[in-house]
């Protein structure tokens, strides 16, 4: 599976833009790169995903680059149930029509009031 | 809307106790996929189902085996525990053909005493 790299940790103060970097240098043309965060000692959650193009929705946005290289999610206004560590996954689909998600090491975002 | 139940929540187990945690899907979904999540870890992919036949297979260990049964609710078994084995557990769900990503569970936290 082709690897992701993100920082460890990151800081935000509430109510101001996020931007999380993501770099998939080795990511194949089918690869979606999806992005999940997990609060503490809760389940993983979706946030957003994407091929190609630029994606909203009320969560998040995602921005990707021109050569499918890297991503940056950006949530638009942080608050403090936004602190959470954020996975920038590459998908690799199975022959059965699932796919699987690797997770790597994402980054904890802090929220300072 | 109905989420992904697991049971128990808790558990906690003796050395070569064995151990069985289940999983109820998002009614209509097809795939099912367990994740290991040790102290400190990043979830690890352990085995998926789609449509009750084990489709992808990661690092799961030879004591654990796994079913998606007809009403697509699935169970890990997990025999001659190890205090290793001392994790949380999630299950996720997902439906093929949607990419609104995996919903995950809660899980359940299992304790190897």
């Known amino acids: 599976d082709a690897k992701t790299t993100q920082p460890n940790s990151m800081e935000s103060n509430e109510e101001e833009p996020v931007h999380l970097p993501c770099n998939h240098s080795t990511i194949s043309g089918t690869d979606y790169i999806h992005w999940y965060r997990q609060l503490p000692s809760q389940g993983p959650e979706y946030v957003i995903h994407?091929?190609?193009s630029n994606v909203n929705n009320r969560m998040a946005s995602l921005a990707i680059a021109e050569d499918r290289k890297s991503s940056t999610l950006i949530l638009h206004r942080a608050t403090l149930r936004d602190a959470a560590v954020y996975y920038c996954?590459?998908?690799?689909?199975?022959?059965?029509?699932?796919?699987?998600?690797?997770f790597g090491k994402g980054t904890k975002l802090s929220v300072i009031p | 809307a109905a989420g992904v139940i697991q049971s128990p929540r808790h558990l906690i187990k003796e050395k070569r106790e064995t151990a069985t945690l289940k999983c109820y899907p998002i009614?209509?979904?097809?795939?099912v996929y367990w994740y290991q999540q040790g102290p400190g870890q990043d979830p690890q992919f352990l085995i998926s189902?789609?449509?009750?036949?084990?489709?992808d297979k990661g690092s799961i260990p030879d004591r654990f085996s796994a079913q998606q049964f007809s009403d697509y609710h699935s169970e890990l078994n997990m025999s001659s525990l190890e205090l290793g084995d001392s994790a949380l557990y999630f299950c996720?769900?997902?439906?093929?053909?949607?990419?609104?990503?995996?919903?995950f569970g809660s899980g359940t936290r299992l304790t190897v005493v």
């Open positions: 996954i590459l998908s690799s689909s199975s022959g059965a029509g699932s796919y699987q998600l690797t």
């Open positions: 996720a769900s997902s439906l093929k053909g949607s990419w609104y990503g995996y919903t």
């Open positions: 994407g091929l190609t």
């Open positions: 189902f789609y449509e009750k036949m084990q489709s």
């Open positions: 009614p209509r979904h097809d795939t």
